[in-house]
């Protein structure tokens, strides 16, 4: 029963965790507003050590695109995946 609960709050966490990162992608697009820069801000600290990870196997294409957080998003949902299936 409790690893029932603690593999459910790991897996919620993921999933939410998830929902983050795709956020903070999401506004390094609008980088110009600055509604978004404070939003950035405050998940930069959340987000870019696990980014960071990935980012170092996975320079960003041409300076400018960086799809490491497609692999970071995978390997999440990856994670979460095992974890449901327990």
Same mark, same amino acid.
């Given at each position: 029963?409790?690893?029932?609960? /603690?593999?459910?709050? *790991? ?15 999401? *506004? ?22 696990? /980014? ?8 960003? /294409? ?8 497609? *692999? ?9 995946? *095992? /974890?449901?299936?327990?």
């Amino acid at each position: 029963m409790a690893t029932e609960l /603690l593999t459910t709050s *790991l897996a919620n966490f993921i999933q939410l965790y998830t929902i983050l990162l795709i956020v903070r992608i999401l *506004l390094t697009w609008f980088q110009t507003m600055n509604w978004a820069n404070q939003i950035a801000a405050v998940l930069s600290p959340v987000t870019d050590p696990y /980014l960071n990870i990935f980012r170092s196997f996975i320079p960003p /294409l041409g300076g400018a695109l960086d799809i490491s957080p497609i *692999l970071a998003i995978l390997c999440l949902q990856i994670l979460s995946s *095992l /974890l449901i299936s327990v």
